[in-house]
């Protein structure tokens, strides 16, 4: 089945170690995206990527990074930078056009 | 600039009742629409979207919702809560942004169905 997958679905971590996140997708999308939820919030958007081996800063980059050397994967890694890392992580994807598809997400835990 | 707005962040319903979830938006082009459902400790699934095609809309689950632009409304209606409605919901705008079209997210209304 083609679809979304995000690993661990839940970290936790000590405060001031990176993490790093997994998403791959087998839809052959070219596009795909990371995003924050917190309670009572919106997702707001962390970093997206067009095509492979190019990434552009959404709007809350600041303490974390990425990386696209394969079409299928985008992982995420949350550094010591970030100052309230714990949150609910969301990948999507996209096949170029508006519609994004989700991952089922990974709860981060910072101790 | 877009923006998106959702009237209340809880909904509570009966079961049987209708659903009525509310989104008004703001674009300075014909936007592209969307509503996603979110249940607990998942992703989001979408449920249906709007691109300037037919004003109403027929998703997933028996949701649909209509496009008025006079309003610049997108609101999300079920003739009849089911039990398993009960989620968060999130409608959302497309917004062109260096060269792709961005999402941007109202902050969610959480809906409750009780019996």
């Known amino acids: 089945d083609g679809g979304i997958t995000q690993s661990p679905k839940y970290l936790f971590r000590k405060e001031g170690q990176n993490v790093t996140l997994s998403c791959e997708q087998n839809?052959?999308?070219?596009?795909m995206y990371w995003y924050r939820q917190d309670p009572g919030q919106g997702l707001r958007l962390i970093y997206y990527s067009q095509i492979v081996n190019d990434f552009q800063k959404g709007d809350i980059a600041e303490g974390y990074s990425v990386s696209r050397e394969k079409k299928e994967s985008f992982p995420l890694t949350v550094t010591s930078a970030q100052k309230n890392p714990t949150a609910f992580y969301l990948c999507?994807?996209?096949?170029?056009?508006?519609?994004?598809?989700f991952g089922p997400g990974t709860r981060l835990t910072v101790l | 600039a877009q923006s998106v707005t959702q009237l209340g962040s809880h909904v509570s319903v009966s079961e049987g009742a209708l659903v009525l979830l509310r989104c008004n938006y703001s674009s300075s082009v014909p936007p592209y629409l969307f509503w996603y459902v979110q249940y607990p400790n998942q992703g989001l699934q979408l449920l249906l979207k709007y691109t300037s095609a037919a004003t109403l809309v027929k998703g997933i689950n028996g949701f649909e919702a209509e496009f008025k632009k006079s309003e610049t409304s997108f609101h999300l209606t079920k003739p009849s809560a089911h039990m398993r409605d009960a989620a968060e919901y999130f409608c959302a705008v497309s917004k062109p942004s260096g060269g792709y079209n961005k999402l941007i997210f109202g902050a969610g209304t959480r809906l409750a169905v009780h019996p």
């Open positions: 999507a994807s996209s096949p170029g056009g508006d519609t994004q598809y």
């Open positions: 839809l052959n999308h070219d596009a």
